[in-house]
T-cell receptor
Framework: GDSVTQMEGPVTLSEEAFLTINCTYT??????LFWYVQYPGEGLQLLLK?????DKGSNKGFEATYRKETTSFHLEKGSVQVSDSAVYFC???????????FGQGTRLTINP | NAGVTQTPKFQVLKTGQSMTLQCAQD?????MSWYRQDPGMGLRLIHY???????DQGEVPNGYNVSRSTTEDFPLRLLSAAPSQTSVYFC?????????????FGPGTRLTVL
């Protein structure tokens, strides 16, 4: 079945460090890929998405590229801020299926 | 637009009690879903609906019932709560033709079953 595997957390970085959170997937067909973010005490917000191979999603300084050859969608940011502290979820959706399959989430803490 | 709203925000139940988690959306979305979030397991789909009068089971449906009598509302019922249902519950909605089937989430309901 369809599945998403994320980098184990928690991840702790200093402000202005480079961030990578790994995400790989298994899916039938050609999924769309998402990163959602959950700030403390809040619901999930869409951070970025990519709907086909080689697409790059970007938002708020975060980027992720849909790599079909490696079935990956790694999240990157060049210089993190304290305000980026949150839980990040990688997810996929298969065409025709109105549902998301999530990874286990990665808790990120940024120290000043 | 208020988007997706959920009530209550917090709830404590005793084993065996019943309750309904409310979810509503004002975006006229056709699709609505319920997920539960457990530590280390991400979000898992409980039930979903592709339109009024149509529901289907997700990955973890046991112990939960749903119905969809209107486009706007999609309540989740726990008939006899169990400690294993302690979790954070998220409702989500989407619309036909949404790019990549993107879903919009409510703020969540934190449920504790004692």
């Amino acid at each position: 079945g369809d599945s998403v595997t994320q980098m184990e957390g928690p991840v702790t970085l200093s402000e202005e460090a480079f961030l990578t959170i790994n995400c790989t997937y298994t899916a039938t067909g050609y999924p769309s890929l998402f990163w959602y973010v959950q700030y403390p005490g809040e619901g999930l917000q869409l951070l970025l998405k990519a709907t086909k191979a080689d697409d790059k999603g970007s938002n708020k300084g975060f980027e992720a590229t849909y790599r079909k050859e490696t079935t990956s969608f790694h999240l990157e940011k060049g210089s993190v801020q304290v305000s980026d502290s949150a839980v990040y979820f990688c997810a996929l959706s298969v065409a025709g299926a109105q549902k998301l399959v999530f990874g286990q989430g990665t808790r990120l803490t940024i120290n000043p | 637009n208020a988007g997706v709203t959920q009530t209550p925000k917090f709830q404590v139940l005793k084993t065996g009690q019943s309750m309904t988690l409310q979810c509503a959306q004002d975006m006229n979305h056709e699709y609505m879903s319920w997920y539960r979030q457990d530590p280390g397991m991400g979000l898992r789909l409980i039930h979903y609906s592709v339109g009024a009068g149509i529901t289907d089971q997700g990955e973890v449906p046991n112990g939960y019932n749903v119905s969809r009598s209107t486009t706007e509302d999609f309540p989740l019922r726990l008939l006899s709560a169990a400690p294993s249902q302690t979790s954070v519950y998220f409702c989500a909605s989407s619309y036909y033709g949404a790019e990549g089937n993107e879903q919009f989430f409510g703020p969540g309901t934190r449920l504790t079953v004692l």
